[in-house]
């Protein structure tokens, strides 16, 4: 009987972060359900999974300070024992001239993307590097790969370019531990904040979960470790313009 595999997803309150944990426990992973300030939002997702079949445990935390990473990390060894899929989501995007930024939504854009997911990475590791075939898989932006000039959102985009240089060093560093390191980055989404088009998009429509989902699944399955490093732009060819 094969052994069950387990998947943290942080940010898994709503949003991309809840589809993502559903779809997986459709792929048969055990979920640990992460959220900052959504426990309402955990509770459905982790009642959807359940109410499939699947097995979820629920866990908050502020992953933007090294404890609530630490935190997580004792938690899901105390639930499963093990951990084979890492999903760094979470992060918080302010609709607001760049410009105008106060310092906390400053430090928030940047705390909550590329902070949290250096401090859950690396509290996570003693855990990913137990056996083999462990995955990490961060949440990046579309725009993480190529730095331009942004109207909104300053510390949230450049927290996310972090990401991307995260992904490299942290894939760099773990290769010769078994475990690939990969971003997916969504484009223009469904949900997505502020003022969208589909006419910007060369596929002619906003990018939906179930789109970010098929690549997720696929680098936290049947991707081979050979591939690690990569960033994956899910945008319907947005990024290409």
Known sequence: ?????????????????????????????????????????????????????????????????????????????????????????????????????????????????????????????????????KRIVNIGDSGAGRPGAYHDAWGYHIGKAGVWMLTRSFAAEEAVHGIAVNMVSPGILENSIGDVKKEWIPAGRLGTYADVAAVVRYLAGEAPAYLTGSNLVVSGGWNLR
Do not use: K
Request: proline share 1%.
């Open 1 to 133: 009987m094969d052994r069950l595999r387990i998947a943290l997803i942080t940010g898994a309150g709503g949003g991309l972060g809840a589809a993502l944990a559903i779809a997986l426990a459709r792929d048969g992973f055990a979920l640990v359900v992460h959220y900052y300030n959504n426990a309402a939002g955990a509770a459905e997702t982790q009642r959807t999974i359940e109410a499939a079949g699947g097995s979820a445990h629920v866990v908050q935390a502020d992953l933007t300070a090294e404890a609530g990473a630490l935190a997580v990390a004792a938690a899901v060894d105390a639930a499963y024992g093990s951990l084979d899929v890492l999903i760094n989501n979470a992060g918080a995007f302010t609709d607001v001239r760049g410009i105008d930024l106060t310092s906390d939504e400053w430090r928030r854009g940047i705390d909550t993307t590329a902070t949290a997911t250096f401090f859950t990475t690396r509290a996570c590791l003693p855990l990913l590097r137990a056996g083999a075939g």
